[in-house]
């Protein structure tokens, strides 16, 4: 089983290189898949990120649009 901590490294780094490459297009993937699964990680990833900058949350605005407007969420 996955720590917190191991969950929490896991996701910055994954947001990190996708903000390095514009190609990272797996990465909302994997996010939709943590909503879906463990709703509390990703809950957890985007408040690290929002602490870290103000601007991060423009990362959960973009997910939970894109999710609702292909349907699904």
Do not use: H
């Amino acid at each position: 089983m996955v720590s917190v901590a191991e969950g929490v490294a896991q996701l910055s780094s994954t947001g990190r290189l996708a903000r390095q490459s514009v190609a990272a297009t797996s990465l909302p993937d994997f996010r939709l898949k943590t909503y879906r699964n463990c709703n509390w990680l990703l809950e957890a990833y985007y408040k690290f990120g929002e602490e870290l900058s103000a601007e991060n949350k423009v990362i959960r605005i973009n997910d939970l649009e894109t999710w609702k407007a292909n349907g699904e969420i």
